[in-house]
């Protein structure tokens, strides 16, 4: 059996990955799929703790992300295609009509 | 049974008048608040000879509790009121001066802007004045005597708008402050020694004790209370304030800087006699203070050429005579001069008024003269306070002055001899004055020129010619000057002084044997020493009634037969003319050596060192610190959703190393 440390150490590298493209890239739909990465990274750590303890609430909780990503997902695209139908960019840089 | 008279209701009528013009008045007609004034001030009077009739009926003290003020354990002071002979007199005189004087000023202000305004404080000035000669303790007395003190300052600054009247206003209540300060240190030690400021407790307290035991705590007590009553009543050294107090309008002078509110100080010591009847020292400073005063603004009312300014510096010494009647124990002589004091000094105050009506605004008496037969009844009333305040027997002056004055000659032949002296001065400088204004020729200008200085004279009446005042101001002339001739009479066969008698006496017994002055006025004369008594009583009379007399041939002399004696004399004296012209140069004194350090000190030290320096430092420093700091963060607020977020993983990451420290390091700790 792989152990869980394995796990573990692929779902801190996909938050990461997560992480540093949300935090780096600037096309929103890019953003996007970097906090979609995120949360499957925590997912997978989830169901490895599942797995591991032999507790089915590990495995719930991932539905439940998976129900609330999925609709974030549709939010989301609907407000990046909103978005781009108002500025003709998905470059956050130029979505900044609220900064001062 | 003691009826419920009410008293209450005598202070709180003028206060509800001062309401009713103070709110309304604005907007109101002369004669409306013209009205209310007198309506109120009337109705306290009115009350006040209830009061009298009701008098017989009374067992003395009479006090009578409105509300309860501040009950802390065994400290208890209520909004009370306290009636005995004492106050019945003081309050006869304000409310009935003081009604005289509102329908005086009812005919003096009506041209005045300002009309309401001035009733509106006149009334106040009632209530306070009220409120402090019938408080039942010394905490009520002492919200009528700042009361009082702010009245004032309100009516010396009336005319606001000229520099030296809201100057006047304001050395009155600074110099009032410093007084005020001796009166609460005293009420401090009332509380701390006796725990009480009620008349009846601290009476009953303190009559058991002994001057031998407590003298030192009655003399310090009793000379801050007379630093208070200094303060108030014009006494050196801070008498400095009354005669720029005339800056006000006439009646003001009249009635608050002349009949009432300045001898708040000797109302305030006679009221406090328990105490002083213990002080031997502290009553001996009164007396000096007093002798000192008379004698010392009687000097410098000779010189003075404003009508008003001689009157003020006449009001100074005859407080001084009072606070030297106080301070030889005779309590009643002190107050009897009080109340025939506030009579003729009233309605001098009031002529002086009605002389300046006259003749358009002009204050300078070298500029008035052969006044006589232009405004007969301005004349008659002010040669009868003249002759009163001059101490010319039957008048009312002779009388209180002379009682006084023996008084004093049995503690010490010297305050005697000074108060004869300045018996002497005082007639002299009334009758200069009065011959200056209604002898020889009149000295003003026609009154095409009245107007041009009425522009810039001190009251602004400058309307027509030399003109008798209208009715309303000569009626209260006229009663005031039958109360100088007749106020007197009351004083023949020591009938005042039996009257005041059961307040003086009733606690001063124990304990004063001790003290010559007390004991002189209490114990009862054996008949072989009232025999001789008698003839150097009557002996003392004749020799002040000479002073006086000495006094108006003096000025006859040199300001009605040789008129052009008085420039040469000054210029003889010289030196000592100029000197006492400028009033000593206290004034100038005052400000080298208190005035200009202190602002000095304030504007170096208080101002620009610690207020400038640590207090505005301390906020300005923190808020330019705060919005350094806020500079420097406000650039994590960026907008920027991307470094948002980094500061969110940045933190997460403190987050999780700290955890991996504490999981990887603790436990190492702990193995």
Redesign the interface.
């Given at each position: 059996m792989v152990p869980l440390s394995y796990y573990l150490i692929l779902s801190g590298i996909l938050f990461a990955c997560g992480v540093t493209g949300f935090l780096i890239k600037r096309n929103l739909i890019t953003i996007f799929m970097s906090i979609e990465l995120m949360l499957n990274g925590v997912n997978l750590s989830f169901v490895a703790f599942a797995a591991q303890w032999h507790a089915l609430s590990g495995q719930i909780f991932v539905f439940f992300v998976m129900v609330v990503a999925a609709a974030e997902a549709a939010v989301g695209l609907a407000i990046i295609i909103a978005v781009y139908r108002t500025r003709e960019t998905l470059n956050v840089d130029q979505v900044d009509l609220l900064k001062l | 049974m003691t009826p419920n008279l009410h008293l209450w209701l005598i202070p709180l009528l003028p206060l509800a008048g001062a309401a009713i013009n103070g709110f309304l008045g604005k907007r109101s007609s002369r004669q409306a608040i013209s009205t209310v004034a007198l309506v109120f001030s009337g109705a306290a009077f009115a009350m006040a000879l209830w009061v009298v009739s009701q008098f017989s009926s009374l067992t003395l003290p009479y006090i009578e509790t409105l509300a309860p003020w501040i009950r802390a354990g065994s400290f208890q002071v209520d909004f009370a009121f306290y009636l005995d002979q004492l106050s019945l007199v003081m309050l006869l005189i304000v409310t009935g001066v003081g009604f005289l004087i509102h329908i005086y000023s009812v005919g003096y202000m009506w041209e005045e802007g300002g009309y309401y305004r001035f009733f509106t404080y006149l009334n106040l000035f009632m209530f306070f004045m009220l409120t402090l000669i019938l408080a039942s303790n010394y905490l009520l007395m002492f919200i009528g005597w700042e009361g009082v003190g702010l009245a004032s300052y309100l009516l010396i600054g009336f005319y606001f708008l000229r520099d030296s009247a809201a100057a006047a206003g304001k050395k009155a209540f600074i110099v009032n402050r410093i007084g005020d300060f001796g009166f609460l240190i005293a009420l401090f030690l009332l509380i701390k020694h006796f725990g009480s400021l009620n008349y009846a407790e601290l009476a009953h307290v303190i009559a058991p004790l002994h001057i031998e035991t407590h003298a030192g705590l009655f003399t310090t007590i009793g000379i801050l209370l007379m630093v208070g009553a200094a303060g108030k009543s014009a006494q050196i050294p801070l008498y400095v304030w009354l005669p720029d107090a005339m800056e006000g309008p006439t009646p003001v002078s009249a009635l608050i800087h002349a009949a009432t509110m300045v001898t708040a100080g000797v109302y305030m010591v006679s009221r406090s006699h328990v105490i002083f009847d213990r002080a031997p020292s502290a009553l001996t400073v009164v007396a000096i203070i007093g002798t000192l005063t008379a004698f010392f603004a009687a000097t410098i009312g000779i010189t003075q050429t404003d009508i008003k300014k001689v009157l003020a510096y006449s009001t100074v010494s005859q407080l001084g005579y009072m606070f030297m009647g106080c301070g030889v124990g005779a309590f009643s002589a002190g107050i009897f001069h009080l109340m025939t004091h506030a009579f003729f000094k009233g309605l001098l105050f009031l002529a002086a008024g009605s002389v300046i009506h006259a003749v358009g605004g002009e204050q300078d008496m070298r500029k008035m003269g052969g006044l006589r037969t232009k405004i007969p009844w301005t004349f008659w009333t002010m040669t009868a306070g003249t002759f009163a305040i001059a101490g010319i027997p039957p008048l009312a002056g002779f009388f209180s002055k002379d009682e006084i004055l023996w008084q004093a000659s049995r503690v010490s032949l010297i305050y005697w001899g000074v108060g004869v002296f300045t018996a002497f001065l005082t007639s002299f400088y009334m009758f200069r004055q009065w011959f200056l204004t209604f002898f020889g020729e009149y000295r003003g200008e026609e009154h095409s020129g009245a107007h041009d200085h009425g522009a810039h004279s001190h009251d602004d009446h400058g309307h027509g010619g030399v003109h008798e005042s209208p009715p309303v101001m000569l009626g209260p002339l006229v009663v005031l000057a039958i109360l100088s001739v007749v106020g007197g009479w009351v004083g023949i066969g020591n009938r005042f002084e039996n009257f005041l008698a059961p307040v003086f006496h009733s606690t001063a017994t124990v304990g004063a044997g001790s003290f010559d002055a007390a004991a002189t006025n209490i114990a009862p004369a054996e008949p072989q020493k009232e025999e001789s008594d008698k003839s150097t009583e009557l002996l003392f009379t004749y020799i002040s009634v000479a002073a006086g007399i000495f006094g108006f041939l003096l000025a006859w002399q040199l300001y009605y037969r040789r008129p052009e004696l008085p420039a040469e004399i000054a210029t003889k004296l010289g030196g000592l003319y100029y000197t006492v012209l400028n009033k000593y140069y206290v004034d100038e004194i005052y400000a080298a050596v208190i005035v200009k350090p202190l602002i000095a000190v304030s504007s170096a030290v208080f101002w620009q060192g610690i207020d400038r320096g640590v207090i505005d430092a301390t906020l300005d420093g923190s808020a330019e610190g705060a919005r350094e700091v806020s500079d420097t963060m406000r650039h994590m607020q960026?907008?920027?959703?991307?470094s948002y977020?980094?500061w969110i993983?940045a933190g997460a990451a403190c987050v999780i190393i700290f955890m991996a420290w504490v999981a990887l390091a603790a436990p190492m700790g702990a193995r």
């Open positions: - | 960026s907008g920027n959703i991307r977020a980094g993983a």
